[in-house]
C-alpha cells in the first residue's frame, strides 16, 4: 500500500506564496497520475491540480489557473504544489492523491483516485 505524505503548508499573508511537497513510499511512482484536492470547513473536497504519470500533462481548477503549478519528480518519488498571489479563499486542507497503478491520465474526480495523504492546512490571512 503506498502512503502519501504533504508537507508545505502554513500561515500565509494574501500575496503570499507556498509550495507543497507529497512524498509517495514505493518502487512505482511514475505508473500512475496525481493529484491535489482542498477542503474548506464545511464545504466539499474540490479538485484543486493533476498531472500525468510522466508528468507530460496537467489540468487545474479555474480558481487557480494561473497562480498554482503542479510538478513532480519521479526520481524522487515526490509531487509538487506551486501557490502563488494566495488569496483568503485558498485557505483549505490540502490533500494528495494518488490513481492506482497503471492509471497514467489525469483524473479530476475524487473518486478516481485510490490513496489520499493525511492533509496539510493551508491558511490565507487577509
Known amino acids: 500500500q503506498v502512503q502519501l505524505v504533504e508537507s508545505g503548508g502554513g500561515l500565509v499573508q494574501a500575496g503570499g506564496s507556498l509550495r507543497l511537497s507529497c512524498a509517495a513510499s514505493g518502487r512505482t511512482f511514475s505508473s500512475y497520475a496525481m493529484g491535489w484536492f482542498r477542503q474548506a470547513p464545511g464545504k466539499e473536497r474540490e479538485f484543486v491540480a493533476a498531472i500525468s504519470a510522466s508528468g507530460t500533462y496537467t489540468n487545474y481548477a479555474d480558481s487557480v489557473k494561473g497562480r498554482f503549478t503542479i510538478s513532480r519528480d519521479n526520481a524522487k518519488n515526490t509531487m509538487y504544489l506551486q501557490m502563488k498571489s494566495l488569496k483568503p479563499e485558498d485557505t483549505a486542507v490540502y490533500y494528495c492523491?494518488?490513481?492506482?497503478?497503471?492509471?497514467?491520465?489525469?483524473?479530476?474526480?475524487?473518486?478516481?483516485?485510490?490513496?489520499w495523504g493525511q492533509g496539510t492546512q493551508v491558511t490565507v490571512s487577509s
Open positions: 492523491a494518488k490513481r492506482p497503478f497503471g492509471w497514467t491520465q489525469i483524473a479530476v474526480h475524487p473518486r478516481d483516485y485510490n490513496a
